[in-house]
């Protein structure tokens, strides 16, 4: 199963059978958002950490087999995956922080409440114009069989009523692909595109909103879709003697945007008597019925690879960051002022300091693990890893050059 369609140097090597002993390499980045300034803040440590390793022109690409992202997540992933014009990725993970700072506000221009409520009365709101142009100027005519290494993008569609994965191996554009999974509900506009096969000439039609809808959190869909790819290549998933023989050779770095799920928000007497805008628009300036299910999402997929991972005693393969515990304009995902987004940057930081946390089994709860360190110590750890992942790679990839000739 190839690690991308196209491969820039010093990139993940096509991924092997399991019996080889090599790694399934992932990273995931779930929506949020402006907040999508937190898992920047801890990609841009991750990359230094290898770059101290590897080199100052190393980028998380060159290591991750698959980058998955949803809605802002899915943008991230785009921009670390993309190709500039040297087939190099487009963005540096310490530039991801710049773009949001740049750009937050006029993706989300602030408004007072009251005109906030008229517009979504009548719309969504925002228009989506500014993020469309600037997702369109930054990615260009690159397509998803383009990016430098796999990329994993779930959309929703309306029409069709089922999730939509997008991945590396598709011809859609890589820039309708990531307005079509940041079209948050309520927030931004549903986006229509087409996509048309070269072979046939036939054509397909695509009526997506945000990827949240499915799969905040795209770590299980990232998961399953490598699954899907090796039982298609007939490559050994399960044995019937000792079960799945693949996923402990998965390494996999999730990376949330905070939520405010334990901030104890709402109460069952507050929401039994809330109507339609009760439900769309809150006192506090959440979206309630919008924020739950992103939350529920992201929460159920975060036990579910855990049992996984734990079950086969390779825990120490999954490292999930994230804050359950936002308050006020930081757990939401369209406050773009100036003093909002650098607390969402010092809440990446402090989310670095954290101790790591693991779901117990028993209660379906986060606790910390204070013998792991902090999740800086975990990410410091994994950048090892992954350094050595390449090189064994490199050298396996020389070894065969030398036997071929």
């Known amino acids: 199963m190839a690690g991308s369609s196209q491969q820039l140097g010093g990139s993940p090597a096509p991924l092997q059978s399991p019996a080889t002993e090599r790694r399934v390499t992932v990273l995931t980045i779930d929506g949020g958002g402006i907040r999508g300034l937190i898992p920047g803040t801890i990609l841009a440590f991750l990359e230094s950490k290898l770059q101290e390793l590897d080199g100052p022109d190393r980028r998380l690409a060159e290591y991750f087999d698959y980058i998955a992202g949803t809605s802002t997540g899915g943008l991230i992933a785009a921009m670390l995956a993309a190709p500039n014009k040297d087939r ?133 869909v990232t998961i399953n879709q490598i699954s899907r790819k090796m ?107 100036k003093e909002n987004m650098a607390e969402l940057v010092r809440i990446g930081e402090r989310m670095l300091a954290r101790t790591v946390s693991r779901v117990d089994m028993e209660t379906g709860k986060p606790v910390p693990v204070p013998e792991e360190g902090t999740n800086a110590d975990a990410l410091t750890r994994f950048a090892k890893l992954l350094s050595q992942e390449r090189k064994a790679r490199m050298l396996s990839s020389q070894v065969s050059r030398n036997s071929a000739l």
């Not at 409440?113 to 005519?141: C, M, P, R, W």
């Not at 859609?172 to 940041?182: K, N, P, Q, R, Y």
């Not at 036990?303 to 005693?313: D, E, K, M, P, W």
Request: overall charge negative; charged content about 20%; some cysteine.
């Open 88 to 220: 190099r990725p487009l963005f540096a993970a310490k530039d991801i922080n710049k773009f949001y700072t740049e750009n937050g506000p006029q993706i989300f221009p602030q408004r007072g409440d009251l005109a906030n409520t008229v517009i979504e009365l009548k719309g969504t709101k925002y228009d989506g114009k500014f993020l469309h142009s600037k997702i369109q100027s930054l990615l260009g005519a690159t397509r998803l069989r383009d990016t430098l290494t796999n990329v994993v993008i779930p959309t929703f569609d309306i029409k069709n009523q089922q999730p939509t994965i997008f991945s590396t191996f598709d011809n859609a554009l890589l820039s309708d692909v990531c307005i079509g999974t940041s079209a948050a509900p309520t927030y931004l506009p549903a986006h229509f595109f087409q996509t048309r096969d070269d072979s046939t000439g036939n054509t397909r039609d695509f009526n997506l909103i945000d990827g949240g809808v499915s799969a905040n959190n795209p770590t299980m």
């Open 231 to 337: 039982m298609v290549s007939k490559e050994e998933v399960y044995d019937p003697s000792s079960g799945p023989t693949c996923y402990d050779k998965f390494l996999v770095v999730s990376l949330g945007t905070g939520s405010a799920k334990n901030a104890a928000i709402y109460t069952a007497k507050e929401a039994a008597g809330w109507g339609i805008l009760s439900w769309l628009h809150s006192k506090d300036g959440y979206t309630p019925i919008v924020d739950m299910f992103s939350y529920s999402s992201a929460a159920l997929v975060d036990l579910n690879v855990s049992i996984l991972f734990q079950a086969l005693r390779s825990e120490k393969n999954y490292l999930r960051i994230q804050d359950d515990s936002l308050n006020g304009t930081a757990a939401t995902v369209d406050v773009a002022t």
